[in-house]
């Protein structure tokens, strides 16, 4: 149920902002540990490697980054390469930033710096379930997460060897699995089928034919191009709500 | 400026990049009063179509253990709530990737 502005109480919405980053930072802990770990095998500093996840916070970015300052590749473009798997980001606020009308300016551009996928998900979760969004929730949720991720990267870089074979405990494919229950989570919206279905044929396609990373925007953009052509219904907001534990 | 090294300049460029990126399309649509119904479809579809693109190549371009895990967790999400589907989904992937599938 929508609870009025004057029901909402910072502390507690704090305390579920914590419990909510939870999951999250289960999950992300093996990629914050392998980022230190993958960064100063491929040439950074310890210093480098915890100013890498404390200032892009952006795990993706982060590997093709890293891999690429192990080769010899120009400046410009592996900050360009970041830029392009983190453009995904640019459609996140576009479709956030409406619903966070209850926190002020300067506060909302604080708040963007932590909108990381998990972040992102989690808030749209909250909001279609009719909760709206708070600094307090915001931030309860991101900075455990943050934190953990500083502090993985310093961990990860100082014992790199102690996870020298996460595919034998699954590590390497937490992620995708993660991913799957999130766009599961997604199906009682409007065109789930076709958009996800658009999306991941054309995801597959752009990896394939154009290659990492350019297949999670080019992929988005057909799923999204799926939804501008379908028929726009004047949708009845679906009593089914989006079971989204995060 | 010599003095700082070139991968300090490309780490502190990147975070400038990534923060645009998380505020641009904020910037962008708050120029606009209404949401026209067809941007208001597009963005409702972006979780969806971003994620299922994290999804589809991990299942298809991994291994033949990778792309049974996946099928089973998508199989099972159906039915059980997401952290239980995780925690099948890891367990899952460490045994089939055990036995040498």
Redesign the interface.
């Known amino acids: 149920m929508p609870l009025s502005d004057n029901e909402i109480r910072p502390r507690s919405e704090l305390r579920r902002g914590v419990r909510d980053s939870l999951?999250i930072v289960a999950?992300a802990a093996p990629f914050g540990l392998l980022f230190g770990a993958l960064a100063v095998d491929n040439g950074?500093?310890v210093g480098?490697a915890v100013?890498?996840s404390a200032?892009?916070?952006?795990g993706a970015?982060q590997m093709v980054?890293i891999e690429l300052?192990g080769s010899e590749v120009a400046?410009w473009l592996?900050?360009f390469s970041?830029?392009a798997v983190?453009?995904?980001?640019?459609?996140?606020?576009?479709?956030?930033?409406?619903k966070?009308g209850l926190i002020p300016g300067w506060r909302?551009?604080v708040a963007?710096?932590f909108?990381i996928?998990p972040q992102?998900?989690a808030a749209?979760a909250r909001s279609e379930k009719g909760h709206p969004l708070t600094m307090a929730w915001f931030m309860g949720m991101a900075l455990p997460i943050y934190l953990f991720w500083i502090l993985e990267a310093w961990l990860g870089a100082l014992f790199g060897s102690l996870i020298a074979n996460p595919?034998?405990?699954?590590l390497d494919?937490?992620?995708?699995?993660?991913?799957?229950?999130?766009?599961?989570?997604?199906?009682g919206?409007?065109?789930?089928l076709p958009?996800?279905l658009?999306?991941?044929?054309?995801?597959?396609g752009a990896?394939f034919f154009v290659g990492?990373p350019w297949?999670?925007s080019?992929?988005?953009l057909?799923?999204?191009a799926?939804?501008?052509v379908?028929p726009?219904r004047p949708e009845p907001e679906s009593g089914e709500a989006e079971?989204?534990?995060? | 400026m010599s003095a700082v090294p070139v991968n300090i300049w490309i780490i502190l460029a990147s975070a400038l990049v990534t923060y645009l990126t998380r505020c641009g399309g904020y910037l962008l649509l708050s120029r606009f009063r209404r949401i026209p119904p067809r941007v208001d479809a597009a963005l409702n579809a972006v979780p969806a179509a971003v994620l299922a693109t994290l999804v589809a190549p991990a299942a298809v371009f991994n291994g033949t253990a990778e792309a049974l895990t996946l099928a089973a967790c998508l199989v099972i999400g159906l039915r059980i709530p997401m952290m239980a589907m995780f925690a099948i989904g890891w367990a899952l992937i460490v045994a089939l990737r055990a036995s040498g599938i």
């Open positions: 999951p999950a950074l500093s480098e100013l890498m200032t892009v916070y952006a970015s980054g300052f400046p592996i900050v970041v830029f983190n453009f995904r980001h640019v459609l996140y606020s576009a479709a956030l930033g409406r966070m909302k551009a963007f710096f909108l996928d992102f998900a749209e595919e034998i405990y699954g494919f937490l992620l995708a699995i993660y991913f799957l229950g999130l766009v599961l989570g997604f199906r919206r409007a065109n789930w958009v996800v658009a999306a991941s044929v054309g995801s597959v990896y990492s297949h999670v080019l992929g988005a057909a799923g999204i799926v939804a501008v379908m726009v079971n989204i534990p995060v």
